[in-house]
């Protein structure tokens, strides 16, 4: 089992940055792939972007085209923690933002994800 427990979400205006942190315990996270996704009120829960484990090829990252350019998603293994940097937020940005663990290949569907940390709320105004 992997706890997820994610922070660092808030108010924040149109053009500024957030990070977004989760923590995992329970077991180390560094076997897992890491993804953040995202669930606006009246809407689907979407994918925003993914980091894979550490292999012998490196680590690979994937975003959504919404958030490419502005979005960085990183993981420190040491701190069993795995970052979302956010910038120049916009205010369809605004959502509840989840981080997950999965072990499958099925990177940017919510479906492919085991593990579920509780969400933390982003709001940008205009």
């Known amino acids: 089992q992997v706890q997820l427990v994610e922070s660092g979400g808030g108010l924040v205006q149109a053009g500024g940055s957030l990070r977004l942190s989760c923590a995992a315990s329970g077991r180390t996270f560094s076997p897992y792939d890491m993804g953040w996704f995202r669930q606006a009120p009246g809407k689907e829960r979407e994918f925003v972007a993914a980091i894979t484990r550490i292999s012998q090829s490196g680590i690979s990252t994937y975003y959504a085209e919404s958030v490419k350019g502005r979005f960085t998603i990183f993981r420190d293994i040491i701190k069993n923690t795995v970052y979302l940097q956010m910038n120049r937020l916009k205010p369809e940005d605004t959502a509840v933002y989840y981080c997950?663990?999965?072990?499958?290949?099925?990177?940017?569907?919510?479906?492919?994800?085991?593990?579920w940390g509780q969400g933390t709320q982003v709001t940008v105004s205009s």
């Open positions: 997950a663990a999965t072990n499958s290949p099925h990177l940017e569907t919510v479906d492919g994800y085991d593990y």
